[in-house]
């Protein structure tokens, strides 16, 4: 029986993970750390190898991670961290931030200097270790002869590694394959690939599978309608509206706490109490069970939707739900069902799943779809939900099944304009008007090969004075050195990036420049390691 782990045994693995570019050594540094953890902390390792703790955010941030001296030697059990940290997060009510403190300070003060920085990392949500999800999924399968295939099938229902790791360390195969979805735990979402026009999205998804030529019904109108129609058996490509609001997964059932209603972000975070009009649009429904994918977004009095920064707002802020929903209300459409009544539905295709949505949902809740193989016929559909307001659409085989957690060419996004998601890696002193404001930002992508960012970028444009006003504040909180021009920062914070192109380029890093970048909004629903890779820049070269 393996001895209990040191929280220093996790740090050296990091550090030693971080120091190769191999990924086959980071997957076998990772195993051999899975392997030595007894049985009762595999799902803690796990968590903590890829940069997540199992109790979520545990209201400790930068400025309130303690200063105080590190131990000289290394003597800090995991599971005394992770006991500590429960503790933390379980700290509320009158008093609860001087509590937190106290705690975290005597857990720091038992710390190494480097175990001190690994928990900040890990606290805060910034561990950077080129090791996260891929070569952990593929050292689980590794240490506990799983195929690969099979873990990353089991994560979709785990919902997060840590889960998944202990199943497979306790049951090998058999327990991984019984992972079941499970009403109450939150699937990870499935994600759409990209494509400029909806011509190269159909050459998608008609390469996919789909068959092209039947034409189905359509919608009326170009945002949530009550005449939308979605996919048929054998039917043609999808084409449907691509709301710009907030991702949400509804999770219904009788063992849900008093209201039977579970919400869930795209990260997975419970925001139900912020959410009261989704809560009653569920509990309107006649199912015993169900889980349902779908947005929510602010609109306007004409039915149009309010900048994403108004959704964003009011789905982030913890001000009482009733006061917001007065000034801010919130409209949810739903496009996807995943369950209903003790039926998972991830295994069939959309066109089975868009069959019993609509059965179970009022037609005003569903997101407007027009079912054709006539490629005219959808851009005359996705024109329409352009002149709506909203930004873009999403082209679907009828035969896919729902893909959690990955980005396949089963769903296939068009925007009218090209967009990537990177992450600000620094900020330069603004002069002029600017002055006094941080303003040029510095663009990075995500590396798949060292899990880090490499910067592909500069710009200044889009940026009205409000947003250089926050984002000033925001850098401020993010930054790691000043050199009295450009601050360097801590690779948090995403932004959505509207560019006319990409050229090769000698200036940064990544090996190519972005043509007229400007800055579309910034993206406090995604985390850095969701961002555009690397690669995928490259190829609009």
């Not at 990924?23 to 390792?45: H, I, M, N, S, Y």
């Not at 002869?145 to 229902?157: A, H, K, N, Y």
């Not at 209903?340 to 059965?359: C, K, Q, S, T, Y």
Request: glycine share 10%; proline share 5%; charged share 20%.
């Amino acid at each position: 029986m393996p001895g209990p782990l040191l929280l220093a045994d996790l740090v050296a693995t990091s550090a030693a993970v971080a120091a190769t570019r191999s990924r086959t050594a980071k997957r076998d540094l990772l195993a051999q750390l899975l392997r030595r953890a007894p049985a009762e902390e595999v799902a803690v390792v796990a968590a903590y190898l890829s940069g997540t703790l199992p109790q979520g955010r545990i209201g400790l941030g930068w400025r309130s991670l303690p200063r105080v001296a590190a131990a000289g030697t290394a003597s800090l059990a995991l599971a005394d961290v992770d006991a500590a940290l429960t503790r933390i997060a379980a700290s509320a009510g009158p008093g609860s931030a001087a509590g937190r403190a106290a705690l975290a300070q005597e857990l720091y003060a038992a710390a190494t200097a480097d175990e001190q920085a690994y928990l900040g990392a890990l606290v805060t949500g910034t561990l950077r270790q080129g090791s996260l999800e891929g070569p952990l999924l593929a050292a689980i399968a590794v240490a506990y002869q799983v195929p690969e295939d099979t873990v990353r099938r089991g994560l979709m229902f785990a919902g997060a590694p840590g889960p998944l790791a202990a199943a497979a360390a306790t049951g090998g195969v058999a327990a991984v394959e019984a992972l079941r979805l499970e009403v109450g735990r939150p699937v990870r979402p499935m994600l759409a690939g990209s494509a400029k026009t909806v011509p190269a999205a159909y050459g998608v998804v008609d390469a996919a599978g789909a068959s092209p030529g039947a034409t189905g019904a359509s919608a009326g109108a170009a945002g949530a309608s009550t005449e939308a129609t979605g996919a048929s058996a054998g039917a043609a490509p999808v084409v449907q509206a691509k709301l710009d609001g907030i991702r949400i997964q509804v999770h219904i059932a009788a063992h849900l706490g008093a209201t039977g209603v579970r919400v869930f972000t795209r990260s997975l975070d419970d925001i139900t109490e912020r959410l009261p009009e989704v809560v009653e649009l569920a509990r309107s429904l006649l199912v015993r069970s169900a889980v349902l994918d779908g947005e929510v977004l602010a609109l306007d009095g004409a039915g149009r939707p309010l900048p994403f920064q108004i959704t964003g707002a009011r789905t982030a802020s913890t001000a009482p739900a009733d006061r917001l929903r007065e000034s801010t209300p919130l409209t949810a459409y739903l496009f996807d069902l995943l369950h209903l009544d003790g039926r998972d539905l991830i295994d069939e295709p959309l066109h089975e799943r868009d069959r019993l949505l609509r059965a179970v949902l009022p037609a005003a809740s569903v997101v407007a779809a027009r079912c054709t193989g006539d490629v005219a016929a959808a851009q005359e559909f996705a024109d329409g939900v352009l002149a709506q307001g909203h930004e873009g659409v999403v082209v679907k085989d009828p035969t896919s099944r729902y893909a959690a957690g990955r980005r396949g060419s089963g769903w296939v996004k068009v925007k009218p304009v090209r967009t990537l998601d990177l992450v600000v890696l620094a900020v330069e002193r603004g002069n002029g008007r600017r002055t006094g404001y941080l303003s040029n930002i510095h663009l990075g992508a995500r590396d798949p090969e060292t899990g880090g960012f490499v910067m592909v970028g500069k710009t200044f444009k889009g940026m009205t004075d409000a947003m250089l006003a926050w984002q000033t504040q925001r850098f401020t909180e993010l930054a790691t050195s000043d050199d009295g021009y450009v601050v360097q920062l801590r690779p948090e914070q995403v932004v959505e990036v509207a560019i006319d192109g990409v050229q090769t380029s000698r200036r940064y890093p990544g090996g190519v420049a972005l043509r007229f970048a400007r800055v579309l909004r910034y993206r406090d629903d995604k985390a850095p390691e969701e961002i555009d890779a690397l690669p995928s820049v490259r190829s609009l070269v």
